[in-house]
């Protein structure tokens, strides 16, 4: 089993302001590593794939990188939409998530 | 992209057997690879099983023996047959749409509750 630590657990910013949420895995995942939004109530949303790639209707100041072990999730400008629970999600091996970053005001 | 609608769940007694469905709209559950993820109350997501195209399953080892998941290709539904239910097993179960290793189409997701 692949683990995934996410860091910070909690991250309290305001409107407008950039957030980096990381994610580090156990063992390299190449690119296979992907990024889900979700509120209170509600399924998981895809945001990222393959560590970069946007998924459809995604607004673009939500962006991905990184490769292997190390991985990043950024949001430029957050809105008030944008405060939630993110998790990263592997696929290497069998899927294992992270246990998430709550985005807070 | 399609649409996942989800039904079943609800509260059963320990060692207690409960079906999901998962009915599809806009894909075909055949050609497709599919799963089942869960989230304990205030905890996060944990994969439950994939069943994929070609009918081959998979599980998570807490479930291996006791959880089944299956496919009518008639209705287009997915479905997660859970016997032998265990109190850890109290979640909200999603079903879910995997495409080139990324769950891309989620069901709302149904409460089961394993209690006494």
Redesign the interface.
Known sequence: EIVLTQSPATLSLSPGERATLSCRAGRSVTRYLNWYQQKPGQAPRLLIYEAFKRATGVPSRFSGRGSGTDFTLIITSLEPEDFALYYCQQRTSWPTFGQGTKLEI | ?GQLVQSGGGLIQPGGSLRLSCAAYGFSVTNSFM?W?RQAPEK????VG?LYNNGDT?Y?ESVKGRFTISRDNSKNTLFLQMSNLRVEDTAVY?CAKET?????V????TAVIVSS
């Open positions: 992209e799963g993820v996060g997501l944990e994969w994939d998979y998570i999603f080139t290793w990324h769950y891309d989620w069901g709302q997701g």
